[in-house]
């Protein structure tokens, strides 16, 4: 999570920390509840989600979606979020954007006492591509908190943050 930089005491953070790892993420396609996977059926989805043991989702981060073309009625991503958030999953719906999503969730639940009145970098170069909603995201979170805000790395970074 983080290392200690030396350059000026820095607490530098990489942003692959909070990355969602592919075995923590457990997937939810509605495709196989459909008829003939192009349509939903309201009785058979329901009574389909009723069987379902939705204790393997338990504290889980799980992306719901459809993998075809077909046109889901929002009532029925609300049922499967309802079932996912009674046994403490966290749900995300967009695929495009699930890996930024998570990763602004996991920082948000980070101890973030231990960045109080420190001198951040956040780190510039990661192994996944972070979009620049996460840094700004983070920035709000980091800047009410931190003594400066940093980009960048340890021996080339940009200011952006410095509270007087």
């Known amino acids: 999570m983080t290392e200690a930089s030396n350059k000026k005491n820095m607490i530098q953070l990489d942003m692959d920390h909070w990355v969602p790892k592919a075995n923590d993420v457990l997937h939810f396609d509605i495709k196989p509840f459909l008829f003939k996977e192009l ?60 890996e930024e999503d998570v990763l602004i969730a996991n920082f948000k639940t980070t101890d973030l006492s231990v960045y109080k009145n420190q001198r951040v970098l956040l780190k510039g170069c990661s192994l996944k591509n972070v979009s620049p909603k996460a840094y700004i995201e983070i920035t709000a979170i980091l800047t009410p908190i931190v003594k400066s805000l940093a980009y960048g790395e340890s021996c080339s970074s940009v200011p952006i943050f410095k509270n007087i």
Not at 67 to 85: C, E, G, K, V
């Open 39 to 98: 349509m939903l059926k309201e009785t058979d989805f329901r009574e389909a989600l009723e069987q379902i043991d939705w204790t393997h989702y338990q504290n889980k981060q799980v992306l719901v979606y459809c993998s075809n073309q077909a046109i889901i009625p929002y009532w029925a991503f609300m049922l499967i979020s309802n079932y996912l958030t009674n046994v403490g999953a966290k749900v995300y719906y967009h695929q495009n954007t699930f």
